[in-house]
């Protein structure tokens, strides 16, 4: 599965699920979809890049130690050589 965030004719954002890009081609091409908000089927994706679902979460963000809570800046594990 791949999800691409659209932008319908009238500036609504959304995001929609698709089994493969040529999917989404397909149902682009024959206007089977609409926007959620207006059922505006003059649908184009976004520009923001696609992700894919793998089924693992995105990895939380880590700081220079490794750790997550270190994320911030402020790294927490920063003990002395
Ligand atoms: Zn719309």
Redesign the pocket.
């Known amino acids: 599965m791949i999800v691409f965030d659209l932008?319908?004719?009238?500036?609504?954002a959304?995001e929609e699920w698709f089994a493969s890009r040529a999917d989404y081609d397909a149902k682009a091409a024959a206007a089977a979809i609409a926007?959620?908000?207006?059922?505006?089927v003059h649908v184009t994706r976004a520009l923001s890049a696609p992700r894919i679902n793998s089924g693992a979460t995105a990895p939380a963000p880590v700081g220079p130690c490794g750790l997550p809570a270190c994320a911030g800046g402020a790294c927490q594990a920063a003990l002395p050589q």
Not at 7 to 12: A, D, K, N
Not at 35 to 40: E, F, S
């Open positions: 932008r319908c004719g009238q500036g609504h959304f926007c959620p908000t207006c059922g505006d």
